[in-house]
């Protein structure tokens, strides 16, 4: 069974920066790409980052230069730098892996004015 746990969001100001991490058990994390997803109130879950196994990235247009996804596989563990944040980053963001069913719970980023 696939899990995941993200952890490291909170408040911060707009212009700030944090970095998210999530850790997955229950798979062979290494082989694996992992992406990570926001959902904001009212809004559908969208695509943020994803990574490869062999560590190439994609992003959303909307994080491009401001976000970066790494993965460290000894840790099994997929990470999300975010800098100059801004209000409209506001969401829960969730990692996952793709082609699984599973999701964690998310943590709750906020970015204030």
């Known amino acids: 069974q696939v899990q995941l746990v993200e952890s490291g969001g909170g408040l911060v100001q707009a212009r700030g920066s944090l970095r998210l991490s999530c850790t997955v058990s229950g798979i062979i994390f290494s082989i694996n790409a992992m992406g990570w997803y926001r959902q904001a109130p009212g809004k559908q879950r969208e695509l943020v980052a994803t990574i490869a196994s062999d560590g190439s990235t994609n992003y959303a247009d909307s994080v491009k230069g401001r976000f970066t996804i790494s993965r460290d596989n000894a840790k099994n563990t997929v990470y999300l730098q975010m800098n100059s944040l801004k209000p409209e980053d506001t969401a829960v963001y969730y990692c996952?892996?793709?082609?699984?069913?599973?999701w964690g719970k998310g943590t709750q980023v906020t970015v204030s004015s």
């Open positions: 996952h892996v793709l082609g699984y069913l599973s």
